[in-house]
T-cell receptor, first 114, second 111 residues
Framework: DSGVTQTPKHLITATGQRVTLRCSPR?????VYWYQQSLDQGLQFLIQ???????AKGNILERFSAQQFPDLHSELNLSSLELGDSALYFC?????????????FGSGTRLTVV | EDQVTQSPEALRLQEGESSSLNCSYT??????LFWYRQDPGKGPEFLFT???AGEEKEKERLKATLTKKESFLHITAPKPEDSATYLC????????????FGKGTKLSVKP
């Protein structure tokens, strides 16, 4: 157990639907990062939050949004889902806003869009 | 454009057969280079951070080295439990905390 908790572990949904992925960071970590991992693209950075504020944005689609709550857990919202959104979604956390000592990753949410 | 390329894509070794994995990078200033290990169905597990050319770090059978354009992950006398996908990532200078990952090298070690 890495200390980063992601729920649900698996999600199967239909095209056009909306889902919410949840992440609880490791105790004491202030930064949360969201990554998408697909077979052909590898791990792609989506967005970073630090202590409730958006810190950095990657190639995140407009259909996707995220937020970090006062208790530091984070949610990634995916809407108008398409078949191509099927992927593993990872959350990671770090103590500061930097990756100096590496992130701690959760075990991921596998999203299947049918 | 910042980019990370790992080779080979896959590597099969016999137990005890040492080898190296390569990570080539193009980045506008390097803040740090990271190695992760990922087992099937799990999240990546942090191994090393390297900050400057010439730096080396070791952990058990793994040794990571860094030059100005690439990094190597040397595996000495591997065991079957070393089988995993090894990911390399860079943090460009000026970025917040986001990393750019390579696609990984899938290592299989046969007994």
């Amino acid at each position: 157990d890495s200390g980063v908790t992601q729920t649900p572990k698996h999600l199967i949904t239909a095209t056009g639907q909306r889902v919410t992925l949840r992440c609880s960071p490791r105790s004491g970590d202030l930064s949360v990062y969201w990554y998408q991992q697909s077979l052909d693209q590898g791990l792609q950075f989506l967005i970073q939050y630090y202590n409730g504020e958006e810190r950095a944005k990657g190639n995140i689609l407009e259909r996707f949004s995220a937020q970090q709550f006062p208790d530091l857990h984070s949610e990634l919202n995916l809407s108008s889902l398409e078949l191509g959104d099927s992927a593993l979604y990872f959350c990671a956390s770090s103590p500061s806003g930097q990756a100096n000592y590496g992130y701690t990753f959760g075990s991921g949410t596998r999203l299947t869009v049918v | 454009e910042d980019q990370v390329t790992q080779s080979p894509e896959a590597l099969r070794l016999q137990e005890g057969e040492s080898s190296s994995l390569n990570c080539s990078y193009t980045v506008s200033g390097l803040r740090g280079l990271f190695w992760y290990r990922q087992d099937p169905g799990k999240g990546p597990e942090f191994l090393f951070t390297l900050y400057s050319a010439g730096e080396e770090k070791e952990k058990e059978r793994l040794k990571a080295t860094l030059t100005k354009k690439e990094s190597f992950l040397h595996i000495t006398a591997p065991k079957p439990e070393d089988s995993a996908t090894y990911l390399c990532a860079v943090q460009p200078r000026g970025s917040q905390g986001n990393l750019i990952f390579g696609k990984g090298t899938k290592l299989s070690v046969k007994p």
